[in-house]
């Protein structure tokens, strides 16, 4: 069984910053691209940012130059620093993991822009 364990989430002013962690943990011998998602109310779930195995990092227009996506595969667990937060980026905010036995999901973690 894989577990994804996320933190970060929370309220932030327009203009803040947030850092979400995303750690992985179970069997797994092998992780793929590890990414991040939002669903806001309504709105179908997208992907914000994914980084490959090898570092390759892809961002959903809407964020590119706010937010960074970097990971540790030492620890398993992937990180987005959010700058810049505008109240358009309030969603709840899931990691999603590709790995050796398939891929899972986090319980996902509320970011509220808001003044």
């Known amino acids: 069984q894989v577990q994804l364990v996320e933190s970060g989430g929370g309220l932030v002013q327009p203009g803040g910053s947030l850092r979400l962690s995303c750690a992985a943990s179970g069997s797994i011998s092998r992780i793929y691209a590890m990414g991040w998602y939002r669903q806001a109310p309504g709105k179908q779930r997208e992907l914000v940012a994914q980084?490959?195995?090898?570092?390759?990092?892809y961002y959903a227009d809407s964020v590119k130059g706010r937010f960074t996506i970097s990971r540790d595969n030492a620890e398993n667990t992937v990180y987005l620093q959010m700058n810049s937060l505008k109240p358009e980026d309030t969603a709840v905010y899931y990691c999603?993991?590709?790995?050796?036995?398939?891929?899972?999901w986090g319980q996902g973690t509320q970011v509220t822009v808001s003044s």
């Open positions: 980084v490959s195995g090898g570092g390759n990092a």
């Open positions: 999603g993991v590709v790995h050796s036995r398939g891929s899972s």
